[in-house]
């Protein structure tokens, strides 16, 4: 099946560093990743997609330069938190679009805890 | 916009038993896909179920199988013979044709297994 790798698992960082997140296809190459952030027994709420190539598209409310999004191959997108602070402690997931056809599926990754301090 | 209702913030169910998690959605389209997500407790996101709207055959993967009724636009997922590993959140998600492979998910279902 298709496999979707994230890194790191699990990040604590002080108030006002960044923080990098990767996303990988393993075994697929994928045009469109997603960004998604998770609270403790709620459901997924989408930051961004992230297109290979061109700019990310994000959600309302995501301010786009807290989180900057690259996906400069077509098996890889980075989040990167900036100037992060407490609030931004959560669980970050990404997700691959599998685009073949009659097969459209997204696969997702471990997932990312990330704490502010 | 289309939304996603899942009903059922939380249930049980017995080892070897069956339970049936419901799922309703909206959308003016007529090609979409639908799927099933488990997370675990691990929080991995794994796919249970997809089902193509353009095919009228209810999706099955071993104990899983889901009851497509797109007139009345729902899609319930059935868990025969219940296992304690199937413990866990499952999440009701839909997929729009035109949408670049953008998920719209519900709320989420709780389910418990007791031994």
């Known amino acids: 099946g298709a496999v979707v790798s994230q890194h790191p698992s699990w990040v604590i960082c002080k108030s006002g560093t960044s923080v990098k997140i990767e996303c990988r296809s393993l075994d697929f190459q994928a045009t469109t990743m997603f960004w998604y952030r998770q609270f403790p027994k709620q459901s997924l709420m989408l930051m961004a997609t992230?297109?290979?190539?061109?700019?990310?598209?994000?959600e309302q409310g995501v301010e786009k330069d807290k989180f900057l999004i690259n996906h400069a191959s077509l098996t890889l997108s980075t989040l990167t938190v900036t100037s992060a602070h407490p609030e931004d402690s959560s669980f970050y997931i990404c997700s691959a679009r599998l685009g073949t056809s009659g097969q459209e599926t997204q696969y997702f990754g471990p997932g990312t805890r990330l704490l502010v301090l | 916009a289309q939304t996603v209702t899942q009903s059922q913030p939380e249930m049980s169910v017995q080892e070897a038993e069956t339970v049936t998690l419901s799922c309703t959605y909206d959308t003016s389209e007529n090609n979409y896909y639908l799927f099933w997500y488990k997370q675990p407790p691990s929080r991995q996101m794994i796919l249970v179920i997809r089902?193509?709207?353009?095919?009228?055959q209810n999706a099955t993967e071993n104990r899983f199988s889901v009851n497509f009724q797109k007139a009345a636009k729902s899609f319930s997922l059935k868990i025969s013979d219940s296992q304690l590993g199937d413990t866990a959140m499952y999440f009701c998600?839909?997929?729009?044709?035109?949408?670049?492979?953008?998920?719209?998910f519900g709320q989420g279902t709780i389910l418990t297994v007791h031994p």
């Open positions: 089902q193509e709207a353009y095919k009228q």
């Open positions: 998600a839909f997929m729009s044709g035109t949408s670049y492979g953008k998920l719209t």
């Open positions: 992230s297109n290979e190539g061109s700019k990310a598209t994000y």
